[in-house]
């Protein structure tokens, strides 16, 4: 990769490096490559398996943009950028069981159980390091202003993030505030926001590669005017609002093992904040 300047996001795996540039360059780049932005967002699998020509037919766009956007986002080609998303897909199939086995040392006897918890604290601290980097205390007052106002908070992170939210229903409830988790075990989503509107609010998890699911469920709250706040990890990401509320949230991980720790700060401090404005 060549250099990319003014990129602070050296200690950042390979990947999230290329959104945190994405980030950083989206607002000025042209429209074409905006829109072959939103593509490599929605389908990063096409980049890591097609070509060039694939790309540019699925994205709408000629050939050369491709090469353009991979040059702007501080590649020396395709080819370098497409290898960072082959890696992704790799380390996604990679199976729990998988990652287990990786923990041994290189002469194949496991870690000490010390090592391994320096490996998940060091996630955990790389996690809240760039949490309170990327945090935009007025994005982050526009959240609590508009959770506070809201009637009832509808929370919403499937996957990996079910559990940021069953903590956050958990701290809402013992703060006696009135929410609704949607993805019940029931798969009755659409049921659980059937009166969800504008008087409402909704918070909204989902970071790369975006759950299916989440995105059709956001798009529905979207649609009855729920104003959602949005917890991502991109400027591209397909659950940012119309509004542009979302606040930035990088989760490293150690041996494919991710954190959850910079969402878990982020969560319990809205709502803490939400708490205390009500009174």
Request: proline share 4%; aromatic share 8%.
């Amino acid at each position: 990769m060549t250099d990319f300047p003014n990129d602070d996001a050296s200690e950042l795996s390979d990947f999230d490096a290329f959104h945190h540039r994405l980030r950083l360059s989206y607002a000025g780049l042209p429209r074409r490559l905006v829109q072959l932005a939103d593509f490599v967002t929605r389908e990063p699998d096409e980049v890591a398996l097609g070509t060039v020509s694939s790309l540019a037919h699925q994205a709408g766009v000629q050939p050369s943009t491709v090469v353009r956007f991979a040059r702007t986002l501080g590649f020396s080609g395709f080819s370098d950028m497409q290898a960072v998303f082959r890696d992704r897909l790799r380390l996604r199939n990679v199976t729990y069981k998988d990652r287990v086995s990786a923990l041994h040392r290189g002469d194949g006897q496991p870690l000490e159980g010390a090592t391994i918890f320096n490996g998940f604290f060091e996630a955990a601290m790389e996690s809240l390091r760039a949490l309170q980097s990327h945090l935009i205390p007025e994005r982050l007052e526009a959240a609590i202003a508009t959770l506070s106002a809201a009637d009832c908070i509808y929370l919403l992170g499937l996957r990996r993030s079910m559990p940021v939210i069953r903590y956050l229903s958990y701290l809402l409830a013992k703060l006696d505030i009135r929410h609704q988790i949607i993805g019940l075990e029931t798969g009755m989503e659409e049921e659980s926001f059937t009166h969800a509107g504008p008087q409402d609010a909704a918070i909204v998890l989902s970071y790369t590669a975006y759950a299916p699911r989440t995105i059709e469920l956001f798009r529905a709250l979207e649609a009855r005017s729920v104003p959602v706040i949005a917890m991502t990890d991109s400027a591209a990401s397909p659950v940012i609002p119309a509004s542009g509320l979302w606040l930035e949230v990088h989760e490293a991980d150690f041996q494919g093992f991710r954190s959850n720790a910079a969402s878990m700060v982020l969560v319990s401090t809205l709502a803490a904040a939400v708490a205390e404005r009500r009174g």
